[in-house]
Structures are given as C-alpha cells and as structure tokens.
C-alpha cells in the first residue's frame, strides 16, 4: 500500500484564505495603530504650538508700558489687543481667519478662538460682548485673560492664562 503525500487543491485553498485573512486582520490592526499615532503627534503638535503661543502673548502682556499708574494700551477689543511695551514698541495680537497674528507675523495656527478678558485691580471682568474699551476702561485694565481654542479632529482643545500687568501698582 502506497502513502499518498502530495497537497490537494483543496488544503491549498483553505491555506492560502486562513492567510489571508490573517493578514487583513494583522494589517487592518497595524492601520488603526498608525493612524492613531498619526493623530496622538498632530495633537501634541497643537498643543505645543498653543501653549508657545500662549507664553509668547502672556510674556508680552506683562511687558505693556505704564505711563503713571495706566497702561498704554491703544486698542482693547476681545478678538484683538494693541499696546506699546516697555521698549516703546507697538504691538499687535489678533486673530485673522484661523492664524494669531503678531505684528502682522503668524505666531500659531489653526486656532478657532482668539479671546482677551480685560479686568481691573479688583477682578471686575471690565469687557462685554464684543465691545471694545474706551479710554477709561483702558487706564482701569491690570490684569488679562488669554483664551486660545483649538477644534482638530472633532474635538476642542484649549489653553488659558491669566496674566497681571508686570508695571502696573495697586491703585
């Protein structure tokens, strides 16, 4: 009696589907693992371009120029603020489409919400809506919030700071 050992067609087939769908699994797994390191580095990189931004806002912030006991702030709106610092430099932060702008520099980008809450010595929220200052709501402001937004993939990411004017004196 003669042992047959050759493949039928048959265990051929079975072989090459159980292999193929072991590697559609294994490759739909290493897929989903890129993409989510994909999008875990393009969210840190948000992150850490918000919160430059941020430190570089809240270090200019604190350098606003005093003239007395008032801040030189020339322009006070939620969305945009200008003053001159201590080097007599005007200075310029606003929000243009999805960019803080600084002097007419990109300083981050995909931004949803650019927003600055004044407040006075005594933490009186000093802004409204979207108003502005007048002048006598500017000489009152000492210190300012700073609000970034984000919206990537879907979900929101903010950074905030509160920042007290460095050369302002308690009145």
Same mark, same amino acid.
């Given at each position: 009696?003669?042992?047959?050992?050759? !493949?039928?067609?048959?265990?051929?087939?079975?072989?090459?589907?159980?292999?193929?769908?072991?590697?559609?699994?294994?490759?739909?797994?290493?897929?989903?693992?890129?993409?989510?390191?994909?999008?875990?580095?393009?969210?840190?990189?948000?992150?850490?371009?918000?919160?430059?931004?941020? +430190?570089?806002?809240?270090?200019?912030?604190?350098?606003?120029?005093?003239?007395?006991?008032?801040?030189?702030?020339?322009?006070?709106?939620?969305?945009?603020?200008?003053?001159?610092?201590?080097?007599?430099?005007? !200075?310029?932060?606003?929000?243009?489409?999805?960019?803080?702008?600084?002097?007419?520099?990109?300083?981050?980008?995909?931004?949803?919400?650019?927003?600055?809450?004044?407040?006075?010595?005594?933490?009186?929220?000093?802004?409204?809506? +979207?108003?502005?200052?007048?002048?006598?709501?500017?000489?009152?402001?000492?210190?300012?919030?700073?609000?970034?937004?984000? !919206?990537?993939?879907?979900?929101?990411?903010?950074?905030?700071?509160?920042?007290?004017?460095?050369?302002?004196?308690?009145?």
């Amino acid at each position: 009696m003669r042992l047959n050992k050759a !493949i039928t067609l048959i265990e051929l087939v079975i072989v090459i589907t159980v292999l193929g769908l072991s590697f559609a699994v294994l490759g739909n797994y290493i897929w989903q693992v890129v993409e989510s390191f994909k999008l875990v580095a393009h969210r840190q990189d948000i992150s850490t371009q918000a919160k430059l931004a941020l +430190d570089w806002l809240v270090r200019d912030i604190r350098e606003i120029k005093a003239e007395g006991q008032f801040p030189c702030i020339s322009e006070a709106c939620v969305a945009k603020i200008v003053f001159t610092n201590v080097n007599d430099e005007e !200075i310029t932060y606003q929000l243009e489409e999805d960019k803080i702008m600084r002097n007419n520099s990109p300083l981050c980008l995909g931004v949803n919400n650019l927003q600055f809450t004044y407040r006075d010595e005594k933490n009186h929220v000093l802004n409204s809506g +979207d108003n502005c200052l007048i002048d006598e709501q500017k000489g009152r402001v000492f210190s300012i919030g700073i609000d970034i937004s984000f !919206i990537q993939y879907g979900e929101p990411y903010s950074v905030y700071s509160l920042v007290t004017l460095r050369n302002m004196r308690m009145r």
